[in-house]
C-alpha cells in the first residue's frame, strides 16, 4: 500500500524555469491539496482540489497552476519559478464528504537559485 | 478568519518528563481538531483528532490532548516524553474539508 507520494524529494532549479511537481495518491480519496513549509510560517495551503477537474485556490496561489485530470494525480507547476519559491512542499489527501482529516506525502524539497 | 495559534515556538524537556504542548484557535463554530507530528525530513503523521464527544482523546504513541472550549484551547500532553518524541508539532483546526494549521513547536529532548 505505498499511500500517496511526491515526486522528485529534491529539485534545484533557476530563477524563471518551468518545474512540476508531482503527487499520487493510491486510497481513491476525492480531495487533495498543496501545501508550502516555511519557517515561521507552518503549513500554507496553496491550491486543493475536491475531485476531477475541480480545482481551487487556497492561502497562497500566486505563481502555482494545478490540474487534476485523474482522482490519483495531482501536479504543482510553477511556471517561472522564484526565489521565493524555495520551499517545501508537501501534498496530502483526505477521503472528503466532510471528513476533515488528512494525509500527508513526504515532500518535495524545491531550491530555486 | 480562521487561525490556529502556537505560543511555543521551541519546548525543551528531559527524556521522562512529561510534556505539554500548546493550541489555542478561533473559528467560527467549533471545528475538527487535529495534532500532527513531523520527523525531521518526514511527512506529517497525524497523532490525533477531535470531532466531538468526549473531550480527552487518545492518540498513538502515548498521547493526549483536552478539548477546552471556554478556552479555545486544544492542548497535547504526554506523561512521560522519550527520546524519540523529539520532532516538530503541528496543531490544526477544520471545517469544510480544509484545515489551518499552526506555526508549529519543536520539541526537543534532553538525554
Known amino acids: 500500500d505505498a499511500g500517496i507520494t511526491q515526486s522528485p524529494r529534491y529539485k534545484i532549479t533557476e530563477t524563471g524555469r518551468q518545474v512540476t511537481l508531482m503527487c499520487h495518491q493510491t486510497w481513491s480519496h476525492s480531495y487533495m491539496f498543496w501545501y508550502r513549509q516555511d519557517l515561521g510560517h507552518g503549513l500554507r495551503l496553496i491550491y486543493y482540489s475536491a475531485a476531477a477537474d475541480i480545482t481551487d485556490k487556497g492561502e497562497v496561489p500566486d505563481g502555482y497552476v494545478v490540474s487534476r485530470s485523474k482522482t490519483e494525480n495531482f501536479p504543482l507547476t510553477l511556471e517561472s519559478a522564484t526565489r521565493s519559491q524555495t520551499s517545501v512542499y508537501f501534498c496530502?489527501?483526505?477521503?472528503?464528504?466532510?471528513?476533515?482529516?488528512?494525509?500527508f506525502g513526504p515532500g518535495t524539497r524545491l531550491t530555486v537559485t | 478568519a480562521q487561525s490556529v495559534t502556537q505560543p511555543d515556538i521551541h519546548i525543551t524537556v528531559s527524556e521522562g518528563a512529561s510534556l505539554e504542548l500548546r493550541c489555542n484557535y478561533s473559528?467560527?463554530?467549533?471545528?475538527?481538531l487535529f495534532w500532527y507530528v513531523q520527523s525531521p525530513g518526514q511527512g506529517l503523521q497525524l497523532l490525533l483528532k477531535?470531532?466531538?464527544?468526549?473531550?480527552l482523546v487518545q492518540g498513538i504513541k502515548g498521547f493526549e490532548a483536552e478539548f477546552k472550549r471556554s478556552q479555545s484551547s486544544f492542548n497535547l500532553r504526554k506523561p512521560s516524553v522519550h527520546w524519540s518524541d523529539a520532532a516538530e508539532y503541528f496543531c490544526?483546526?477544520?471545517?469544510?474539508?480544509?484545515?489551518?494549521f499552526g506555526t508549529g513547536t519543536q520539541l526537543k529532548v534532553e538525554l
Open positions: 490544526a483546526a477544520g471545517g469544510g474539508n480544509k484545515l489551518t
Open positions: 496530502a489527501s483526505s477521503v472528503g464528504r466532510g471528513v476533515v482529516e488528512q494525509y
Open positions: 473559528y467560527g463554530a467549533t471545528p475538527y
Open positions: 477531535y470531532f466531538s464527544g468526549d473531550t
